[in-house]
């Protein structure tokens, strides 16, 4: 065989092989991490932010922090990580939360920059103490609260851990 036409065949099986590779690049699907949705509600001495990902992690905050309360979250095909904030009262000392998850079943935890590991328990009771936060971290089965503002709110009224944490005293008989 000519040794030009070798050489051209060469060339062009490489340039197949090139234009293959980068069109399997380019067809790579990127994904969103997930994201959380969140319920916002309040009850007698208590404001509530429950956090529900779609694939089954579910973390509450329940709080007597005055002031401000919001959640937000972020998440983008260059980034694998979701991050999702909860706070309240940063006018006044309060806290902010920062959850982070590739996935949606796991996530790290931080309140006012301390790490607190979920396996431990995802509901969490923060009580006001001057321009200070006490966190409390307790083991619930959240699937056992409805995810509704309504829903949820009597639940963690009637829990006694919770109401003694917040010294809101006991439940009227």
């Not at 920062?98 to 996530?107: F, I, N, R, V, Y």
Request: charged share 25%.
């Amino acid at each position: 065989m000519n040794p030009c036409k070798e050489h051209l065949r060469l060339c062009f099986i490489a340039s197949i092989g090139i234009a293959l590779v980068i069109s399997l690049v380019g067809c790579s699907t990127r994904t969103t991490p997930p994201g959380a949705t969140t319920i916002g509600t309040s009850a007698p001495g208590m404001s509530i932010a429950f956090l529900r990902w779609k694939e089954g992690l579910m973390v509450l905050f329940v709080d007597d922090v005055k002031g401000r309360h919001g959640s937000g979250g972020s998440g983008s095909t260059e980034n694998p990580v979701g991050t999702t904030t909860v706070s309240a009262g940063p006018e006044t000392g309060g806290y902010r939360c920062q959850l982070e998850t590739k996935d949606g079943k796991s996530a790290t935890c931080r309140i006012n920059g301390k790490e607190y590991d979920l396996s431990k328990g995802t509901l969490f009771v923060i009580k006001a103490k001057g321009e200070q936060v006490e966190v409390h971290q307790l083991k619930r089965d959240l699937t056992a609260i409805p995810f509704d503002a309504d829903g949820c709110r009597e639940p963690l009224q009637k829990d006694a851990e919770i109401r003694k944490l917040l010294e809101l005293g006991e439940l009227p008989k």
